[in-house]
């Protein structure tokens, strides 16, 4: 018989429910299974859960081997060997004695920590061939690499995703965070008053339960908030119970770091300037190539993580394993590396800026969103070290993307130090418009806050620089013309001054037609044909409304632009909405549509009220005004979660939507109506698009009259 060894644990393994259950699931079908994953994730907890759980299963016995005081490859076997109670054997005749043992033995063999002895993967492989009936759990930070292993990843603990509480407390990682924590402060609570912390506690841990563990404690004399803001002390200690190399996180990482050869170290420690994760050829543009192979070295030893956010690898670092990879970049190095980071940041946003304009939006767009706190990163990096040139290339770039993404209080934020440091440099050569498209980006920022004045000012303020520099190329600058003018347009609109709206929207059409087609040109002609057409329907043109809205509406769809697709139907839906509310019902719902394929919420929002509004007056049955009153509530979380309009040109009726409101309010009454509404509010943005694509249009008979409101 083989004896029962397994450690006692003296806590509770928490949030591994899923995980425990297929593990089971796996060792019951194959022989040699492999728990890697990062240090301190819980490797050797789950492998003990594990076999606990399994007993039923191997009537001969399990035996767990601990192997991290060992410094050589060939100790293994003989660490078996002891472990199962046989004489001392070295070499071959450790294999010997082993199979000669179990030989038949229905039994489960537990080696924990098995990282820095791979080589001894091939003597563990031949065991399980010589032995039929045995079971391997092995313990590893990286895979064993042997014909049969079947690798289970441990991935750290789930960490909230928002800040709500119920949320929050639904987490793993703060269910472990909190049951270490009364451990010591037995009155510790996860409540509404600290769950938003405890959420960015987790979060900074990286949701790592030995970092849990270790921070968790230190509630007995410091508040949540203080321990957020001295985490790294808080990782300096733990238990005296636990090995060495565990009792704090800086040397949990040492001593997967020194498994490493150094091109594969060298590698670790500039990874750390990433920010959020990367793509490998981004890693390749700041690297150079021949990094794959200590890439993947970083991988199998789960101090980098790999996941397919858009069915491509995109590769990331816990946040305590990124910061222990920062702390060991010497001043030097960092440099080089942050220039070298910022530099194939810049050539990314480069590429991806023209294709915000047409077919290829979404995925640039959501790449860009990917690659954004990089983007950020490499930003406050060239502000820092004065290179405001590289800063401004960034921002020229990027404010497309922050407008449709709704990141305009970062994109203000970022054009105005890109404005501020470039104040007062001389109007001429080639760096003439630097200061003029950081204040171009700065009026569109300002223009999507509400804050008119200030993106007047920028835009008055660039066409003047613009007219003024001189060595610049004349195509940049009438490029930079045609924006500042067609900003100068929408500022004028949402001012009430519908006459110089129209002169500027047709200068800058004219001025834009002059453009070459792989410059803003041809974007700024269907924009202002569009908000030409705002103009129109402000002044009560509705000929000339619809006019410019379907010419709008035809370029864009010529070159695959969505963004100028929905302005445009959302003015036809209006202009159709008196005469056929069914033709702009199919305007709205392809509008609500192209937002969720752009990600452009404030869109979403506008889209959303409208249709709400087109609907209302004759909603029907009970169902169909429990829709409408949920997509009030998602437009209104859309609007809250960009924090503001954005889209300010649109032409929106407040008293009309205040109206909708009633109606729909009385129909359901004042309980449901809050029921439904809360439940719009909670709703993912991708059921809100599939609940607005599922209202019909009336028939005459079922509208019937129009309510009073």
């Given at each position: 018989?083989v004896?029962?060894?397994?450690?006692?644990a003296?806590t509770p393994?928490l949030?591994r429910?899923?995980?425990l259950?297929?593990?089971?699931?796996?060792l019951?079908?194959?022989?040699l299974v492999?728990l890697?994953?990062?240090?301190?994730v819980g490797?050797?907890?789950?492998?003990?859960a594990?076999?606990?759980a399994?007993?039923?299963?191997f009537?001969?016995?399990?035996?767990?081997?601990?192997?991290?005081?060992l410094?050589?490859?060939?100790?293994?076997l003989?660490?078996?060997?002891?472990a199962?109670?046989?004489?001392a054997?070295?070499?071959?005749?450790?294999?010997?004695?082993?199979?000669?043992h179990?030989g038949?033995?229905?039994?489960l063999?537990?080696?924990?920590n098995?990282?820095h002895?791979l080589?001894?993967?091939?003597?563990?492989?031949?065991l399980v061939?010589r032995?039929p009936?045995?079971?391997v759990?092995?313990?590893?930070?990286?895979?064993?690499?042997?014909?049969?292993?079947?690798?289970?990843?441990v991935a750290?603990?789930?960490?909230?995703a928002?800040?709500?509480?119920?949320?929050?407390?639904?987490a793993?990682?703060?269910?472990?965070f909190?049951?270490?924590?009364?451990?010591?402060?037995?009155?510790?609570?996860?409540d509404?008053?600290?769950a938003?912390?405890?959420a960015?506690?987790?979060?900074?841990?990286?949701?790592?339960?030995?970092?849990?563990?270790?921070?968790a404690p230190r509630?007995r004399?410091?508040?949540?908030?203080?321990?957020?803001?001295?985490?790294d002390?808080?990782?300096?200690?733990g238990?005296r119970?636990l090995?060495?190399?565990?009792?704090t996180?800086r040397a949990?990482l040492d001593w997967?770091?020194?498994l490493l050869?150094e091109?594969s170290?060298r590698?670790?420690?500039?990874?750390s300037?990433?920010t959020?994760g990367w793509?490998l050829?981004v890693?390749?543009?700041?690297e150079g190539?021949?990094?794959?192979?200590?890439?993947?070295?970083l991988?199998?030893?789960?101090?980098?993580s790999?996941?397919?956010p858009?069915?491509?690898?995109r590769y990331a670092?816990l946040?305590?394993?990124?910061q222990?990879?920062?702390?060991?970049l010497?001043d030097?190095e960092?440099?080089e590396?942050s220039?070298?980071?910022?530099?194939a940041?810049v050539?990314l946003?480069e590429r991806?800026a023209?294709?915000y304009?047409g077919?290829?939006?979404?995925?640039?767009?959501?790449?860009?969103?990917?690659?954004?706190a990089n983007v950020?990163?490499?930003?406050?990096?060239?502000?820092?070290a004065?290179?405001h040139a590289?800063?401004a290339?960034?921002?020229w770039?990027t404010w497309l993307f922050w407008?449709l993404?709704?990141?305009?209080?970062?994109?203000r934020r970022c054009a105005r130090?890109?404005?501020d440091?470039?104040?007062?440099?001389?109007?001429?050569?080639?760096?003439?418009?630097v200061?003029?498209?950081?204040?171009?980006?700065?009026g569109a920022?300002?223009f999507?806050?509400g804050?008119?004045?200030?993106a007047s000012?920028s835009?008055?303020?660039a066409?003047?620089?613009a007219e003024?520099?001189?060595?610049?190329?004349?195509v940049?600058?009438d490029e930079?013309?045609a924006?500042c003018?067609?900003g100068?347009g929408i500022?004028a609109?949402?001012?009430?001054?519908?006459?110089?709206?129209?002169?500027a929207?047709?200068?800058?059409?004219?001025?834009?037609?002059?453009l070459?087609?792989?410059?803003?040109?041809?974007w700024?002609v269907?924009?202002?044909?569009v908000?030409?057409g705002?103009?129109?329907?402000?002044?009560?043109d509705a000929?000339?409304?619809r006019h410019?809205?379907e010419?709008g509406?035809?370029?864009?769809r010529?070159?695959?632009?969505r963004?100028a697709t929905?302005l445009?139907?959302?003015?036809?839906?209006?202009?159709?909405?008196g005469?056929?509310?069914?033709?702009?019902?199919?305007?709205?719902?392809e509008?609500?549509?192209?937002s969720?394929?752009m990600?452009?919420l404030?869109?979403?929002?506008?889209?959303?009220?409208?249709?709400?509004v087109?609907r209302a007056?004759g909603?029907g049955?009970g169902?169909?005004?429990?829709?409408?009153?949920?997509?009030l509530g998602?437009?209104s979380?859309?609007?809250?979660?960009v924090g503001f309009e954005v889209h300010?040109?649109y032409l929106?009726?407040?008293?009309?939507?205040?109206a909708a409101?009633?109606?729909?309010?009385?129909?359901?009454g004042e309980e449901?109506?809050?029921?439904?509404?809360?439940?719009?509010?909670?709703a993912p943005?991708?059921?809100?698009?599939?609940?607005?694509g599922?209202v019909?249009?009336?028939?005459?008979a079922?509208?019937?009259?129009t309510p009073a409101s």
């Amino acid at each position: 018989m083989v004896p029962d060894a397994l450690p006692l644990a003296t806590t509770p393994l928490l949030g591994r429910s899923d995980d425990l259950e297929r593990l089971l699931d796996v060792l019951g079908r194959e022989r040699l299974v492999t728990l890697t994953g990062t240090g301190g994730v819980g490797k050797t907890r789950l492998a003990v859960a594990a076999a606990l759980a399994a007993a039923d299963r191997f009537p001969d016995g399990t035996v767990f081997v601990p192997l991290a005081v060992l410094d050589d490859a060939a100790a293994v076997l003989p660490a078996v060997v002891r472990a199962l109670g046989l004489p001392a054997a070295e070499g071959p005749h450790a294999l010997a004695a082993v199979v000669a043992h179990l030989g038949t033995s229905r039994a489960l063999l537990v080696l924990d920590n098995c990282e820095h002895l791979l080589d001894a993967a091939v003597d563990v492989a031949a065991l399980v061939r010589r032995c039929p009936q045995l079971v391997v759990l092995a313990t590893s930070r990286a895979p064993l690499r042997v014909s049969g292993e079947v690798e289970h990843r441990v991935a750290p603990l789930r960490v909230p995703a928002g800040t709500a509480v119920e949320d929050v407390l639904g987490a793993p990682a703060v269910q472990l965070f909190a049951e270490r924590a009364r451990a010591v402060a037995p009155a510790f609570v996860v409540d509404e008053r600290n769950a938003a912390v405890v959420a960015d506690i987790c979060r900074a841990l990286g949701g790592i339960p030995l970092a849990i563990e270790l921070a968790a404690p230190r509630i007995r004399v410091l508040g949540p908030a203080e321990l957020l803001s001295r985490l790294d002390h808080a990782l300096s200690s733990g238990p005296r119970d636990l090995p060495a190399r565990q009792r704090t996180m800086r040397a949990t990482l040492d001593w997967s770091y020194g498994l490493l050869d150094e091109p594969s170290r060298r590698l670790y420690r500039r990874l750390s300037v990433f920010t959020g994760g990367w793509t490998l050829p981004v890693l390749e543009d700041v690297e150079g190539p021949g990094v794959l192979e200590q890439l993947e070295a970083l991988v199998e030893t789960s101090l980098v993580s790999v996941s397919f956010p858009d069915g491509e690898p995109r590769y990331a670092m816990l946040v305590p394993t990124q910061q222990h990879a920062r702390r060991l970049l010497g001043d030097d190095e960092l440099a080089e590396v942050s220039r070298a980071h910022a530099e194939a940041h810049v050539r990314l946003v480069e590429r991806a800026a023209p294709q915000y304009r047409g077919p290829g939006q979404v995925r640039w767009l959501q790449r860009t969103e990917l690659e954004h706190a990089n983007v950020l990163a490499a930003f406050e990096w060239a502000m820092a070290a004065g290179e405001h040139a590289t800063a401004a290339r960034l921002t020229w770039a990027t404010w497309l993307f922050w407008w449709l993404h709704g990141h305009v209080v970062v994109g203000r934020r970022c054009a105005r130090a890109v404005v501020d440091a470039t104040a007062g440099s001389p109007l001429e050569g080639p760096a003439a418009l630097v200061p003029v498209r950081a204040r171009i980006a700065l009026g569109a920022m300002a223009f999507a806050q509400g804050d008119f004045a200030a993106a007047s000012g920028s835009w008055a303020r660039a066409l003047a620089d613009a007219e003024r520099a001189v060595g610049v190329d004349p195509v940049e600058r009438d490029e930079a013309r045609a924006n500042c003018i067609a900003g100068a347009g929408i500022c004028a609109q949402v001012g009430g001054d519908l006459a110089a709206a129209a002169q500027a929207h047709r200068r800058a059409i004219e001025l834009a037609l002059t453009l070459p087609p792989d410059t803003y040109g041809p974007w700024i002609v269907r924009l202002n044909r569009v908000w030409l057409g705002t103009v129109h329907w402000r002044a009560g043109d509705a000929a000339a409304a619809r006019h410019e809205a379907e010419s709008g509406l035809a370029l864009a769809r010529r070159d695959g632009d969505r963004l100028a697709t929905f302005l445009a139907l959302y003015n036809l839906a209006q202009a159709d909405a008196g005469t056929d509310p069914t033709r702009a019902l199919r305007h709205l719902q392809e509008g609500i549509e192209l937002s969720e394929q752009m990600g452009d919420l404030a869109n979403l929002a506008y889209f959303l009220e409208a249709l709400v509004v087109l609907r209302a007056p004759g909603a029907g049955g009970g169902e169909d005004v429990a829709a409408l009153v949920r997509l009030l509530g998602a437009a209104s979380a859309a609007r809250e979660t960009v924090g503001f309009e954005v889209h300010n040109y649109y032409l929106s009726d407040s008293v009309e939507r205040e109206a909708a409101e009633a109606r729909l309010r009385a129909a359901l009454g004042e309980e449901r109506y809050a029921r439904e509404l809360a439940a719009g509010r909670r709703a993912p943005v991708a059921e809100s698009v599939r609940t607005a694509g599922r209202v019909r249009p009336l028939t005459a008979a079922a509208a019937g009259p129009t309510p009073a409101s």
